[in-house]
């Protein structure tokens, strides 16, 4: 059973790690250093301990205790007990869903380790923005995709509002990062996957003609916001494809178009 514990000094260090969590910068290089990462709201919490990552702390507004009494009984990890004033002082923000846990990362594993088992993969290429992230991971466990690669410089699934956008979607898929790009997609086609790169380019093949579908491996490679692939990634990859549009739309949000090339990589419906 946990030990609640009453705190009402902002800088008790047993809340260290819940300081400034709005501050992006401080939270990207510590979290991975220190091996944790905050899972915020009742559901996402409940979604990190079933997916059997370990709790190192809660910190609760009283009014969630009793909502969170069957995990406060179950965990050995201590609880603090705090007032919503002294949550925002700590954090640095309105704690509106009243429950942020620390949570101990797990190591990740390798991308052939994925790839194993795998048949429908995404792949993303810098995507830096967290909401994007974690949009992708909920398209991704939603629609059926088996593992998620990420190249070195994309933004980290388990920073807080990467996981609270996904619902902790980045719990139930697998992932790990390719550490040399993009010389390690060979990785993924030496594994049997057919890499395609969606982008809105003129001469990309319509997903709907390419039926990736029918593929027995197909690896979805995703750009970021804006820029999309870079050239190297496209030169990589064994097919460029698109979504097709319409009234004269050139291309969707990464995270809206993740979820129309999902669906047609697991489905073959179409797309429009």
């Known amino acids: 059973m946990a030990e609640l514990i009453t705190i009402e000094d902002p800088d008790d260090p047993r809340l260290r790690d819940y300081t400034g969590l709005t501050d992006v910068e401080l939270r990207r290089r510590r ?52 007032s919503p004033e002294l949550a925002e002082r700590v954090t640095g923000y309105h704690v509106h869903r009243g429950a942020l846990a620390s949570m101990q990362r797990k190591p990740l594993p390798e991308p052939a380790e994925l790839l194993r088992d795998a048949r429908r993969v995404a792949v993303m290429e810098k995507v830096n923005d967290h909401t994007n992230i974690g949009a992708i991971f909920r398209s991704a466990a939603a629609l059926g995709m088996d593992a998620v690669l990420l190249s070195p410089d994309c933004a980290d699934p388990l920073y807080r509002r990467s996981v609270k956008v996904s619902m902790g979607a980045v719990f139930s898929v697998p992932w790990a990062r390719l550490e040399t790009w993009p010389r390690d997609l060979e990785t993924v086609r030496e594994a049997g996957f057919r890499i395609l790169a969606l982008t809105p380019a003129e001469e990309a093949l319509s997903l709907d003609d390419v039926a990736p579908h029918r593929m027995e491996r197909v690896a ?53």
């Open 31 to 82: 979290e991975p250093a220190e091996g944790l990462f905050i899972a915020e709201g009742e559901k996402v919490i409940r979604r990190a301990r079933q997916a059997g990552y370990e709790m190192r702390s809660m910190l609760l507004s009283a009014k969630w205790v009793d909502t969170m009494r069957d995990v406060i009984d179950e965990v050995p990890a201590p609880v603090y007990a705090v």
């Open 220 to 272: 979805l490679m995703l750009g970021a916001e804006g820029d999309g692939l870079s050239a190297r990634a496209l030169r990589a990859a064994d097919d460029l494809v698109r979504i097709p549009m319409a009234h004269g739309v050139d291309s969707l949000n990464v995270g809206a178009a993740a979820a129309v090339a999902f669906y047609a990589v697991a489905t073959g419906r179409p797309t429009v």
